[in-house]
């Protein structure tokens, strides 16, 4: 509780004293108000009529003052809860709950900041991390009554929520279509290699999550909350939109399988286009895919749109349709090693065929004694005459049949280890087989050879693998629905990883030591008939695979459309992403329609893309940033040893997630390294966009922790040693003026600022408040969000400090001392001239500017003084053709020189030219001035113009005479003008004194009564008493000031005033900036006021001027 004492003064009688001039006893109805009570007794008038008593009464022996105690209630923090937790939350109707017990009545009046631990308890019990995902909006669907259903709470364990979902979004579609494929282009033992790298991959970030998901309550939103939450909400806006394009490329490359199964497999003849000529096949099929993808999207788009319900009711049904096809794979094998299926390729020579529109596979066949030409001749021969015209590789080379699946105990599989890449267009050959004559390119692309579509390499290989693992965060995607998220997800997860990862290297295996080499690298199973390379190994028939592959495709696909929407609707409600805020909105039950759109229209990007392979390695680079982050969030957070990071599964270790970082970066640059840099290129807009505009968050997150390690570690590396001349540049102090409003008065000051720093170095904006923090706490408050906003409006980058101090003087004392840390202090002060100085009533206004220029200069940090202020150019300005012109009077280390490159460097001062100006005396010699001093500009690498100006002993001018001596009657006068109240008061009361004590003396002699009498003045005799001897005193003072004769040092300095003015003025009065070395004050405080008016007199007829005084140190070197 804050506590606020008030003094009250108290005269002798213990009455509280009353306002004005009284020697007589003032009686108050009102007692004094007991120090124990809550309330002080009197209205706000009263109390604030007791204080200004205090400095107001006129006989301080007569007044005791009394502290008043006066109890308010403190807030802790600023109010605004950062995340939605039971730990911070209250509702209203908590607050309704008053404490009414009398145990704990010593804490009662903090109740409202500091619950009792069962409130807190209870509220924990109440907690439910529910999801907002598929469950309420089925909930919100089925609900037609006004009373709502009542929410389930998550009743999911580890095998139905964790562990078989993870299986059904890891093995998918190229597992079904591109792995046979895979195997036959890298052989087994890099297809091992790709296997392991992909899987280590995956469950080293498996292991990472693990950790993550169970430091804590993870809500729905899975991947992405853990990464923002863990790395701050750029990283997680960042790498979250990246899993969300990635989930919606996942989706594309789903529909893409589906089609391919659909007219590839079920009913080639739906082929909309058709290829007339054999190298227009390729064309034709993606173009089919364009057309039958985009009404499969649609179509899915609707399912989804219509009804969630239906999708995840059908999730069961297209697992079972996976777990079936993999069940028909391995029964296959094991069939394979007693009765191997029969699946002939048929070859010419080497070179394997396509056996699409033929039935048998030879070159001719006798029917009747008759020897006839058959449907394999035609495709070859210009007729089916025998001696048609043929090419000469068709006659020279014999036609054979190979064993599409010779069977696990056959010797297939020293074939099949080692790889066979080739380019576009190669032939699929045998290399065992007899082979006679060459080739030619030009002919064979028309003949019905089994070619490469696509240019095969290891790292193409990697990047279209990498999909078939991805999938892992389905389980942590619905942590939301698990009974124990925090048993479940660690467990579930890495067992399906496990699982998929022995199905994965299996399959290697055995479709490497089951199929024969030209039919695994046959990729659409244009040698079997068209059938599916993997469907041929199964068993009981090819069917069990394709169907199973289609409606597992068709899933998979919904759940990514599913899946992608809400993604992007939980980055934009967390409001971290300014421009994607519409997509939070939805259907009335939440469902985010805007979403859905935006991930259908992004989807069809993918589906004209057209083909598979190509968008693949897309998919892969979002994984694998996603992936990546998730490793650096589990080491950064061991590595900071955060007092948060309280993992319960224990078998993780940084090292293990830095691995599985540089395995994903290593992945992405394996697969594709212009992919790799366009995702992360991506990537890193959005973490600037998010840094630029997105709404302030705080989430504790690690990032965060790293940046206060590293600041720590280097603010003890900078506390060695002060920076060398090289390294100096102006750390700002800025000491701004507010007004009552507690608004900044000088925003162009501000503006300054950010044209001085361009965002480097150190920038500090200070201001003092006068009082004490416990009556001004808002007030500073309110001050340090005003400065925060014109620093922002003026993009100033850097921190605020507000002071609250008993007066203005020791205030700015303690920002110069004290602002900044360690080596991150400032070393140089900005302020703005005091331009109401002559004006003010107040002496203390200048008299606190002249006292912090003489702290500066003790401190040995350099000053800068901006005259009007208010004129200098805003950062939107552009200074067209003109000049700074820089007077350099004296030597300040180099300030003068620096300042002038530095503003060039902003864009507003880029155009303007630099000029130095320097002064030469009587004994000078001017042209070698001018030479040396280019010479120096030439080290020093600046570029200005040099002007010495002459200035001669010219006798001191009436003027200057006469300027002086009107500046010390005007001091004179303002001292005697400008007594305070306390001294006026004071000689009140000597008058007073003098006055009873001559009527008590002549009382003694006319009347020798030993009786004293006590005489009591009116307020009308005091105030006639003290006129008629100000008037007196007045009238001596006026005639003093006739008479007075001007101080000679005041005239000589008066004197330089002038005359530096005069030149000045005359070479830069049309400067866009006059830069000018600032006279220090004098030693002597006794010419304070003068030292203003020199000051004044000296920048007379200057526009813009900033006046520099140096820190006692170089700050400019002609070194490298």
Known sequence: MGERFVVVPVDGGGTLAGVGVHFDAAVTDDPAPDTGSGSSGGTREGKEALEDAVFESQDPNSVVPILEYNREPNKYGDGVPKENSPFINSSENDKGNSYDGTNMALFEEEMDSNPMVSSLLNKLANYTNLTQGAQEHEEADEDEGPKKKAVKSPQMGTFMGVYLPCLQNILGVILFLRLTWIVGTAGILESLAIVGLCCSCTMLTAISMSAIATNGVVPAGGSYYMISRSLGPEFGGAVGLCFYLGTTFAGSMYILGTIEILLTYIVPKAAIFVAEKKED???ALLNNMRVYGTCCLALMAVVVFVGVKYVNKLALVFLACVILSILAIYAGVIKTIFEPPDFPVCMLGNRTLQNHNFDTCLKTETIGNITVTTKLWKLFCDGPELNATCPEYFVENNVTVVQGIPGLTSDVISENMWSQYGYLGMLVEKSNLASVGRSDPEQDKYMPYVVNDIATFFTLLVGIYFPSVTGIMAGSNRSGDLRDAQKSIPIGTILAIATTSVIYITCVVLFGACIEGVLLRDKFGDS??????????SWPSPWVIVIGSFFSCCGAGLQSLTGAPRLLQAIARDGIVPFL???????????????????????EIGILIASLDAVAPILSMFFLMCYLFVNLACAVQTLLRTPNWRPRFKYYHWALSFLGMSLCLALMFISSWYYAIVAMGIASCIYKYIEYRGAEKEWGDGIRGVSLNAARYALI???DAPPHTKNWRPQLLVLLNLDTDQAVKHPRLLSLTTQLKAGKGLTIVGNVLEGTYLTKE???????????????AERTKGFCHVVVSSNLRDGVSHLIQSAGLGGMKHNTVLMAWPGTWKQSNDPQSWR???ETIRETTATHHALLVAKNVDSF?????????????????????GMLMLLPFLLRQHKVWRKCKMRIFTVAQMDDNSIQMKKDLQMFLYHLRLDAEVEVVEMHDNDISAFTYEKTLVMEQRTQMLKQMQLSRTEREREAQLIHDRNTASHAAINDKADAEPERVHMTWTKDKLFTERNRNRECNSNVAVRDLFNMKPNQSNVRRMHTAVKLNEVVVNKSQGAHLVLLNMPGPPKNRGGDENYMEFLEVLLEGLNRVLLVRGGGREVITIYS
């Open 581 to 603: 805020q519409v997509f939070g909105h939805g259907k009335a039950n939440g469902e985010p329609t805007w979403a859905l759109l935006l991930t259908a229209g992004i989807c």
């Open 873 to 893: 150019p805003t950062n939107q300005d552009r200074l067209g053709e003109g000049t700074i012109d820089v007077w350099w009077v004296v030597h300040d280390g």
């Open 848 to 850: 606190n500017f002249i």
């Open 778 to 792: 808002t007030e500073a408050k309110k001050a340090e969000q005003n400065i925060k906003s014109s620093m922002s």
């Open 717 to 719: 590396r900078l506390e």
């Open 281 to 283: 096949e390729v064309n």
């Open 528 to 537: 079997v008939k068209g059938n599916l390379v993997i469907g041929t190994l």
